[in-house]
């Protein structure tokens, strides 16, 4: 579901090589684009999000993909130059803000608590899973003509639109769903730091999927050979978010060290990448991929398992940190490309990614901090309790 819905903007990138010249697309406009889908996919969550409960997630599912279905049959269709381009990737970029908080009330009614890690790690594999597809359907724009890939995005689309409905729903779902009342300080400070530290990672890391197949083709590699790379990339990132979520299962880890790992890692991935030589590209581009957009699942766990009662809260905020950065991202890399070029655009991803971490390991510590204190007042009282109770006892006697 989620791996259809984000198949979109990945695919834009893949085949701009074959549609750019001929509509007359450059790279700040496929900035531009990649920019508008992300803030339309944070403003679409925000506003959806509070409303998915009461539509129950199958009409929410199935709303938000014959939507996407929609605007991926627009671009093979309608798509006459820059400013279409743009128009399609907002209504793409909504329809993505639809199916995101879906996939969140999805999880938490059909999965039971100890396999969260591994299914949000498989939840959070959806853009390499979209990648993978987006890679898969390169040879379509070369063999045939670029406008056939979307057509056969919109067919995939379907697809998983027809799977959701197979679903059939858990018995205890009900019983699974988590209430709480506001969020307390630390928590929202938390959500704070989450928000930051996504939206910084998703800066730097947004350009891969719009730019990988640009520099790959740039490097001297063919469109067929780019779109293989992304696709080995994308499994290499699919490989990466399960591997982290079981481990994070197992260690019962928290998830945010991890995190702040795997945003630096990327980092050195976009180094590789701002070479320009093909046989550095390439493994930069895997790298990237794979480390780089590692870290969501992760920090997700991580405010399910110290902010449970408030995680729509902080996943919200998650999500409009990650929009935003995926919309500043492209953006900013697009000018910087138009006018210095690759390289410099790159060596900027891969600046920006450094604070990321920090912000994200900041956000560990600041929740363990918290959690801590709790444990602790939660003893006190605890403990002054029983006193009390062998006090009244001895009074009684």
């Not at 989620?2 to 007359?24: H, K, R």
């Not at 700040?28 to 508008?36: E, H, Q, T, V």
């Not at 530290?197 to 790959?216: D, E, Q």
């Not at 940190?321 to 000018?335: K, N, S, V």
Request: net charge positive; with cysteine; aromatic share 6%.
């Amino acid at each position: 579901m989620l791996g259809a819905a984000s198949l979109t903007a990945i695919l834009v990138g893949i085949v701009a090589p074959a549609f750019g010249p001929e509509l007359g697309v450059t790279d700040a406009d496929l900035g531009i684009a990649a920019s508008g889908f992300w803030l339309a996919a944070a403003a679409s969550a925000w506003l959806i999000a509070p409303h998915v409960d009461r539509w129950g997630w199958r009409r929410s599912a199935t709303v938000g993909m014959v939507l996407a279905t929609l605007g991926q049959l627009g671009l093979a269709t309608v798509l006459r130059g820059p400013l279409t381009l743009v128009l399609l990737m907002v209504w793409v970029g909504l329809t993505y803000g639809v199916v995101v908080p879906t996939s969140n009330v999805a999880l938490a009614e059909e999965v039971p608590v100890r396999r969260h890690g591994l299914l949000l790690g498989m939840k959070q594999g959806a853009a390499p899973v979209g990648g993978v597809i987006a890679g898969a359907m390169a040879p379509l724009a070369v063999a045939i003509d670029w406008r056939w890939a979307f057509v056969g995005a919109a067919t995939v689309t379907l697809v998983a639109l027809l799977n959701t409905r197979l679903v059939r729903p858990a018995a205890s779902a009900a019983s699974r769903r988590v209430q709480g009342g506001p969020p307390s300080a630390p928590v929202r400070r938390m959500a704070l730091l989450v928000a930051a530290g996504a939206g910084l990672a998703t800066t730097s890391i947004a350009v891969i999927s719009a730019y990988s197949a640009r520099t790959l083709v740039a490097s001297g590699l063919s469109l067929h050979a780019a779109g293989v790379v992304v696709m080995v990339a994308s499994v290499t990132s699919l490989a990466t978010r399960l591997s982290s979520g079981w481990w994070a299962d197992r260690r019962q880890s928290d998830g945010f060290g991890a995190a702040a790992i795997l945003v630096l890692a990327g980092c050195l991935g976009m180094v590789l990448v701002s070479t320009g030589r093909s046989e550095v590209v390439v493994p930069g581009v895997v790298l990237t991929f794979a480390a780089g957009w590692g870290w969501p699942a992760l920090v997700l766990l991580g405010t399910l398992r110290h902010a449970a009662a408030d995680m729509a809260y902080v996943a919200s905020r998650f999500q409009v940190g990650t929009g935003i950065g995926g919309a500043c991202g492209p953006a900013a890399f697009g000018l910087l490309v138009s006018e210095h070029g690759l390289r410099t655009g790159w060596i900027a991803a891969a600046a920006t990614a450094v604070p990321a971490g920090l912000v994200i390991l900041a956000a560990g510590r600041l929740v363990r901090g918290a959690r801590a204190v709790r444990t602790e007042q939660t003893s006190e009282q605890a403990s002054e309790q029983a006193s009390g109770r062998r006090a009244s006892r001895s009074e009684c006697r």
